[in-house]
Nanobody, 126 residues
Framework: VQLQASGGGLVQAGGSLRLSCAAA????????VAWFRQAPGMERDFVAG????????DYADSVKGRFTISRDDAKNTVYLQMNSLKPDDTAVYYC????????????????????WGQGTLVTVSS
């Protein structure tokens, strides 16, 4: 499965961006999907995730109430709507697919993800 992330850019603090992650392949619906981010010199951190059915979502505390993850399986695409952006949100954002246990709705551990997009840079200026 190939993933293509897009939608990053430069935005002022308080602004909004919507990231998209498009997947090639007809098995998209069998994967849970998450967004991670990585700032320079930092580890890759979980941001938000959505279950296979779309019925369960999970967010890092730092983005809860500001970011919304959603999926459109007909378009093989996952979105991350980011509002009230802060300079601390500056990072490269990656989408990833999780094909592991069906007992896990959303996994926060990046090592458990099977496929990764190339990343899209989000820069928030103060």
């Amino acid at each position: 499965v190939q993933l293509q992330a897009s939608g990053g850019g430069l935005v002022q603090a308080g602004g909004s961006l919507r990231l998209s992650c498009a997947a090639a392949g007809r098995t998209f619906g069998t994967y849970a999907v998450a967004w991670f981010r990585q700032a320079p010199g930092m580890e890759r951190d979980f941001v938000a995730g959505i279950s296979r059915s779309g019925g369960t979502t999970d967010y890092a505390d730092s983005v809860k109430g500001r970011f919304t993850i959603s999926r459109d399986d007909a378009k093989n695409t996952v979105y991350l709507q980011m509002n009230s952006l802060k300079p601390d949100d500056t990072a490269v954002y990656y989408c990833a697919l999780y094909g592991g246990s069906f007992w896990v709705s959303v996994d926060r551990r990046p090592n458990n993800y099977d496929y990764w997009g190339q990343g899209t840079l989000v820069t928030v200026s103060s």
